[in-house]
């Protein structure tokens, strides 16, 4: 059971009890600085190879194009995010310029490439160069003959985080680099490099290594960096064991590994609620935050600029409110009201609220559903992922934890009623637990484990549409393509939308970034979600021209059959014609093209009376025969005729 209480009133957790980790699951501002190592290993070039995967990048220039890729990223996901470059161990020392900041000589062998900030077109620009240019003038690029302090290093990216990004919820440190003991067996170094890294633990700022491992070399954590990284054992389920060094081999570069391992440390999205009472029985509640994992991304918006001055300045919009005679309405003079039967019913501000009022915000399970009586088309809007939290009631964790294991032993699910806000419009919810994503039976590999709001559809949201059933294909096609569909599967036959980026939200801000950089536009974007129609053809050629024969034999059959069944009926029904004279077919058409029976039209044929037809009468005539009444007279007339030949 849970209970408000102090932390010495916490009960020990079960040994053996699964934990759950909400660490990379929240929302907040982002401040990333990379700490990139510069020595002569690091600069090293790769043996030459002619294998495609083989390493073309030495380690500093891999690391560099990650951080490039990281930080374009960051313009189009998250534009308010702040990233800054330090390298340490170079030849040349940098800080900052201004007077207030700490000289140079204070940091020696730390080089402030950019600092941290939104990341402006120059700093891109910048970082380009340098990556893809190869272009140093300032060859920042040089290693020290002796290598940086540590200590200096941790105490330089102090003051880079704490001096810009002060009140960002999360501010994260990224080093990267191929020494697993840069300070040998001095003890001193070590010990103040440790404190350094103490303090940034206790302003909140979290150490990301990312080692690299070169020339088959082992990277050991446990000779420096274990004393650097601090990990909460009460906030995370991994430990230094967990960190795994890049590297290229097995298909993958350097470049790939790095950048794999930094995109698993980025930190996913959209908070929605904090602390809400989560009732699960008569007197036993516990306290969850809600976050959302998924969030369509659009196109930054436009705004409009003044171009006035020397420099263009944002341009702030105001909205005010006028009568009839264009006055200025004060706030106090407008009240809020909603049209019902033509006519307008006012409410004051306190009545407003208090129609929306339909209990404070909650969490309230009313009772379990077997899992299979969930269909699939009851979602209406996004699930939201929810999380214990301990700050309302001690023992909100383990409560959580039982609640979600049950669910997934006995496959079923929780319904809710959930209000998620003061004055938010209650819904009713199923609580739905999802596996761990390493366990082969997840459905969902790419999103957290715990507990999702799924919100369900009331009766006022169903909508009465009058469909009628599709017709069935044949049992043969059906056959064949499910031949089809199975050799077309996705990898592991799931679709994981980490490997489809938008491809017009990228497209759009390549565009932005090349006018930004003044470079040339590219031609075409790039777009992942591109059929890859060689591998297809390889796969399924094969059964695909085979489908498309039966499919064709088949509609033709269909089409013939019932325009000879068709034909059979209208001559039943008819008595003989006699003997038509010239035109006869033609001005028995003007009665109406679709009365005309097989006997008729060959006749009319014959006597090369289809002509005197008009366009409407051949269209009725193509029509009633199942043929497409598309085109103009010439090309009527010749499906007519063409038809009259097959079947008449």
Not at 128 to 151: C, I, N, Q
Not at 249 to 276: E, H, V
Not at 543 to 558: H, I, M, Q
């Amino acid at each position: 059971m849970a209970w408000g209480g102090d932390e010495d009133r916490r009960q020990d957790a079960d040994e053996g009890e699964e934990e759950l980790d909400e660490t990379d699951y929240k929302t907040q501002k982002d401040a990333v600085l990379f700490a990139i190592n510069v020595s002569s290993s690091m600069l090293q070039q790769p043996p030459a190879s002619d294998k495609k995967k083989s390493d073309k990048d030495s380690a500093i220039a891999a690391t560099l194009k990650c951080a490039y890729q990281f930080m374009q990223q960051r313009i189009i996901a998250q534009p308010k995010d702040m990233m800054g470059i330090l390298l340490f161990g170079t030849e040349k020392s940098k800080f900052r310029d201004d007077a207030g900041g700490r000289s140079s000589s204070g940091y020696p062998h730390c080089y402030l490439l950019t600092d941290l900030d939104v990341p402006a077109a120059e700093d891109v620009k910048q970082l380009k160069d340098l990556v893809e240019e190869g272009e140093d003038p300032d060859e920042v690029l040089v290693p020290a003959k002796e290598p940086a302090s540590m200590a200096n290093v941790l105490f330089c990216a102090n003051q880079v985080l704490t001096t810009n990004a002060a009140n960002f919820g999360s501010r994260r440190l990224f080093i990267i680099t191929d020494n697993d003991n840069p300070h040998g067996n001095d003890k001193t170094a070590k010990s103040s490099a440790a404190v350094r890294a103490k303090d940034l633990y206790d302003l909140g700022v979290v150490i990301e290594l990312f080692p690299i491992s070169q020339g088959g070399k082992t990277f050991d954590v446990s000779k420096f960096y274990d004393d650097i990284i601090y990990r909460d054992p009460a906030a995370e389920t991994g430990s230094l064991d967990d960190v795994k060094a890049s590297k290229s081999g097995d298909g993958f570069t350097l470049l790939n590994s790095l950048i794999t391992s930094i995109n698993s440390k980025q930190t996913p999205k959209r908070a929605y609620f904090s602390n809400l009472h989560f009732e699960l029985a008569p007197n036993l509640t516990i306290s969850v935050k809600g976050y959302m994992p998924l969030h369509r991304q659009t196109p930054a918006r436009t705004c409009y600029v003044w171009l006035g001055g020397e420099q263009a300045q944002l341009a702030q919009g105001e909205t005010i409110k006028v009568d009839s005679t264009t006055r200025t309405v004060d706030k106090s003079e407008v009240k809020k009201a909603y049209k019902f039967g033509g006519e307008y019913i006012h409410f004051k501000p306190e009545e407003a609220a208090a129609l929306k009022n339909l209990g404070g915000k909650v969490l309230r399970i009313i009772g379990f559903k077997p899992r299979s009586l969930l269909p699939a088309w009851a979602s209406i809007k996004k699930s939201i992922f929810i999380f214990p939290s301990e700050e309302h009631f001690v023992g909100s964790t383990r409560v959580f934890s039982a609640l979600w294991q049950k669910l997934l032993v006995s496959d079923k699910v929780g319904i809710a009623w959930f209000v998620a806000r003061e004055n938010a419009n209650p819904v009713m919810v199923a609580i739905i637990p999802s596996r761990n994503a390493e366990e082969d039976t997840s459905d969902t590999p790419y999103l957290p484990s715990g507990l999702w709001l799924y919100p369900l559809p009331f009766a006022d949201d169903v909508r009465t549409l009058d469909f009628s059933a599709p017709p069935r294909p044949a049992d043969e096609l059906t056959d064949k393509m499910r031949e089809i569909v199975q050799n077309l599967q996705l990898p592991k036959a799931m679709y994981n939308p980490l490997k489809y980026p938008n491809p017009s939200l990228q497209w759009h801000y390549k565009v932005l970034q090349a006018m930004a950089l003044d470079e040339d536009v590219p031609d075409t974007p790039e777009d992942a979600t591109v059929p890859k129609y060689k591998q297809i053809d390889k796969r399924v050629g094969g059964y695909l021209a085979e489908w498309k024969e039966a499919l064709a034999e088949k509609a033709a059959g269909l089409m013939k059959s019932r325009a000879v069944k068709r034909g059979a009926e209208e001559d039943d029904e008819r008595p003989a014609a006699k003997r038509a004279k010239p035109g006869a077919a033609a001005n028995k058409a003007a009665g109406g093209g679709g009365s005309l029976s097989n006997a008729q039209l060959k006749a009319a044929l014959e006597q090369d009376t289809l002509k005197k037809m008009t366009v409407a009468e051949i269209k009725e005539v193509l029509a009633s025969k199942g043929v497409s009444a598309v085109g103009k007279k010439a090309q009527l007339l010749e499906k007519l005729e063409e038809w009259i030949e097959e079947n008449a």
